[in-house]
């Protein structure tokens, strides 16, 4: 279950890797057993040991882009970056516009549809649909 900025609960399923990555970072984070602790948690000084107090959405972002910069992407990438890559992939792969806004939780299509970093692509087959 998600918990969104506007104060709502939205429930979408997990896909099957997100479930072995996150159980990964649980065990090696150590805190597959904590409860109800903060799960994304903040670093003590340049130890790399976690503390008990739970990330900021700042330090969510600091460390986005850091990564990103390691890895040689663009340091513009943010948090919502993720969130455009998922809409869409799952477009990109045959999902519906109207499935992809419940995934979403938008109220409507059209903002899902600003998120869809593919162009829309012409196939041959959709233009032997004109009747000549």
């Known amino acids: 279950m998600l918990h969104e900025k506007s104060g709502r609960y939205h429930r979408v399923p997990a896909h099957h890797k997100a479930v072995e990555y996150f159980d990964a970072y649980l065990e090696a984070a150590g805190i597959a057993k904590a409860g109800t602790s903060p799960l994304f948690r903040t ?16 330090d969510a972002l600091h460390m986005t882009k850091r990564r990103a ?16 890559t998922g809409i869409t992939d799952y477009l990109a792969n045959g999902g519906k516009l109207e499935t992809a806004a419940q995934i979403a939780g938008h109220a409507s299509t059209r903002t899902t549809q600003l998120y869809n970093r593919n162009p829309e692509r012409i196939s041959l087959a959709e233009i032997e649909r004109i009747r000549i």
């Open 69 to 84: 910069k390691d890895a040689g992407l663009p340091v513009s990438i943010g948090n919502h970056t993720f969130r455009a």
């Open 43 to 58: 670093v003590r000084g340049k130890t790399r040991e976690l503390t008990d107090r739970g990330m900021s959405q700042s």
